[in-house]
């Protein structure tokens, strides 16, 4: 079985401040894990993802996550929040062993202020 | 360019009134899903296909279906729609399983 849990419904940052929305998940094989953005009725956009390889993954718009296999974490970061990263945010989780079903956690909802 | 396409945005059907939504997509993706996501919820997937491979999630009500006629279209038929099924349903593929999935943006379904 997998899962993910994103603990925090909400996070508020000041823009110009760094920002952390948290990820953790649970997979039985090795992990595929994503993030994805959400704005105001529209479909998920996606952001990053890490497969294998470095921790540190590098995606869209300054965004970065940093996988920690012995914390099962996968935190999306970013340097320096702007009011324009306001939205909601998903992780997902696929097991390597568990073909065609990703598992999205509650999401997140960024508000950065200005 | 658009690559997953979602037609119509907004759709409002009746109580008990047959619904057809579709998904078209540009990418050549194998996989295509449907997911119903209700008030910012968390994604919830209905089925997917893989190629011609129809996947139905155990929990997926009877009263959701769903075609692909060919590799660039899907179709998700809701048979007789109760209150319950108004939600947003996102239209996503990927080219293997362990891809990134890209979504449509949506359609808005409303039951009266």
């Known amino acids: 079985a997998q899962s993910v849990a994103q603990p925090e419904d909400q996070v508020n940052v000041a823009e110009g401040n760094p920002l952390t929305v948290k990820c953790t998940y649970s997979v039985s094989g090795n992990p595929y894990l994503f993030w994805y953005v959400q704005y105001p009725n529209r479909g998920l956009q996606f952001l990053l993802k890490y497969i294998t390889g470095d921790n540190l993954v590098k995606g869209s718009y300054g965004f970065e996550a940093e996988f920690n296999k012995s914390q099962t974490s996968f935190h999306l970061k970013k340097p320096s929040a702007l009011v324009s990263d306001s939205a909601l945010y998903f992780c997902?989780?696929?097991?390597?062993?568990?073909?065609?079903?990703?598992?999205f956690g509650d999401g997140t909802t960024l508000t950065v202020k200005p | 360019d658009a690559m997953v396409i979602q037609n119509p945005r907004y759709q409002v059907t009746q109580f008990g009134k047959p619904v057809t939504l579709s998904c078209s997509q540009t990418l050549n993706h194998n996989v295509m899903y449907w997911y119903q996501q209700k008030s910012s919820q968390a994604p919830k997937l209905l089925f997917h296909?893989?190629?011609?491979?129809?996947?139905n999630e155990a929990d997926t009500p009877d009263n959701f279906q769903s075609r692909r006629p060919n590799t660039s279209f899907c179709f998700l038929d809701i048979r007789s729609p109760g209150l319950g099924d108004a939600a947003m349903y996102l239209c996503?593929?990927?080219?293997?399983?362990?891809?990134?999935?890209?979504f449509g943006p949506g359609t808005r379904l409303t039951v009266l």
């Open positions: 996503a593929t990927s080219r293997g399983f362990t891809d990134t999935q890209y």
């Open positions: 997902a989780v696929r097991d390597d062993g568990n073909a065609g079903k990703s598992t």
């Open positions: 296909y893989y190629d011609k491979d129809f996947n």
